[in-house]
Nanobody, 114 residues
Framework: QVQLVESGGGLVQAGGSLRLSCAAS????????MGWYRQAPGRDRELVAIISSYGMTNYVDSVKGRFSISRDSAKNTVHLQMNSLKPDDTGVYYCFTSWGHGNWGQGTQVTVSS
């Protein structure tokens, strides 16, 4: 069973910052692409940011320049630093791993008030 433990969501005003974290086992973390998806009410789940095992990153256009994804190999953890948050960033954020056939965490709520 794949276990991804997410933390760091919450309520923040527009313009504020949050940092999401996702911890995985070493087996899952090493060699896997990790990332974050989000799902807003009434919308499909969308990819926000991914980072390969080699550190290559990619972002959805709407967050470029505001969000930064990184991985800490010593702690088997991937982080998503979110700055200049907007109300449109509101949603449930899911950690993702490419390990196996692809797996998601349980999700953490991010709410940005205007």
């Amino acid at each position: 069973q794949v276990q991804l433990v997410e933390s760091g969501g919450g309520l923040v005003q527009a313009g504020g910052s949050l940092r999401l974290s996702c911890a995985a086992s070493a087996t899952i973390f090493r060699g896997s692409t990790m990332g974050w998806y989000r799902q807003a009410p009434g919308r499909d789940r969308e990819l926000v940011a991914i980072i390969s095992s080699y550190g290559m990153t990619n972002y959805v256009d709407s967050v470029k320049g505001r969000f930064s994804i990184s991985r800490d190999s010593a702690k088997n953890t991937v982080h998503l630093q979110m700055n200049s948050l907007k109300p449109d960033d509101t949603g449930v954020y899911y950690c993702f791993t490419s390990w196996g056939h692809g797996n998601w965490g349980q999700g953490t709520q991010v709410t940005v008030s205007s």
